[in-house]
T-cell receptor, first 111, second 116 residues
C-alpha cells in the first residue's frame, strides 16, 4: 500500500463546476498537509497548507483535513479554464523533512 | 514570497556528457534542498536531500555517483548528472523546506533534461 493514494484522473469538468480532489494516507505520523498546483513543464506552486483537522478557505479554494479518517480534500469553487492543471497532495511528518506526494490528479476545465 | 531560482530551465546534451543544475534560494536561506525527478504524467520522486555543510542523503535506488549533489552555501544547491544517458532524460525539480518566514515548501521551476 502506498503511503499516499490519489486518483490520477483525468478529471474533466465544465467551467463553473465545483471540483473535489481527494487523497488518503496511511501514515498517522503526518502532521501537515499541502496542495500544490502544477502546470505542464513547470514546478509545483503551493495552493494550500494546513496543519490540523478541519477546513481552511482561501478564495475559491477550500482544503479539508480529517485526520481520524486519514483523508484530505481540496475543493475548487467556480472552476475556471485556468484551473486546468495537475493537483498534487503532499504531506509530511514533523521537522520539515521530506514530503510524500500523491500521484497527482489531472484536471481539465472546459469552457 | 520565497523564491527558489532554478537554472537552466531546459537543456539538451549528448550521451556521456555531464550536466549541472543549480537551485538558488532568493531572500531566504535554505540549509536543506530536496531534489526530485518527475516522469511525464507522473508524480515527483524524491532523489536526494542536500544539506549545507554535509553530505547529501540519497533515496534507495538512486546512484550517488551518477547524481552528484553539492550544497555549497546557504543559498545554493547543485545537482550534476554525470555521464548522462538517454534514460536520464526527465524533469528535475528542487525544493526548499519552510523556514521561519516561509510557509510550505518552495519549488524551483524545474529543468527539463534531454539526453540525445
Amino acid at each position: 500500500q502506498k503511503e499516499v493514494e490519489q486518483d490520477p484522473g483525468p478529471l474533466s469538468v465544465p467551467e463553473g463546476a465545483i471540483v473535489s480532489l481527494n487523497c488518503t494516507y496511511s501514515n498517522s505520523a503526518f502532521q501537515y498537509f499541502m496542495w500544490y498546483r502544477q502546470y505542464s513543464r513547470k514546478g509545483p506552486e503551493l495552493l494550500m497548507y494546513t496543519y490540523s483537522s478541519g477546513n481552511k478557505e482561501d478564495g475559491r479554494f477550500t482544503a479539508q483535513v480529517d485526520k481520524s479518517s486519514k483523508y484530505i480534500s481540496l475543493f475548487i469553487r467556480d472552476s475556471q479554464p485556468s484551473d486546468s492543471a495537475t493537483y498534487l497532495c503532499a504531506m509530511g511528518a514533523g521537522g520539515y523533512n521530506k514530503l510524500i506526494f500523491g500521484a497527482g490528479t489531472r484536471l481539465a476545465v472546459h469552457p | 514570497g520565497a523564491v527558489v531560482s532554478q537554472h537552466p530551465s531546459r537543456v539538451i546534451c549528448k550521451s556521456g556528457t555531464s550536466v549541472k543544475i543549480e537551485c538558488r534560494s532568493l531572500d531566504f536561506q535554505a540549509t536543506t534542498m530536496f531534489w526530485y525527478r518527475q516522469f511525464p504524467k507522473k508524480s515527483l520522486m524524491l532523489m536526494a536531500t542536500s544539506n549545507e555543510g554535509s553530505k547529501a542523503t540519497y533515496e534507495q535506488g538512486v546512484e550517488k555517483d551518477k547524481f552528484l549533489i553539492n550544497h555549497a552555501s546557504l543559498t545554493l544547491s547543485t545537482l550534476t548528472v554525470t555521464s548522462a544517458h538517454p534514460e536520464d532524460s526527465s524533469f528535475y525539480i528542487c525544493s526548499a523546506p519552510p523556514d521561519r518566514e516561509v510557509i510550505g515548501y518552495t519549488f524551483g521551476s524545474g529543468t527539463r533534461l534531454t539526453v540525445v
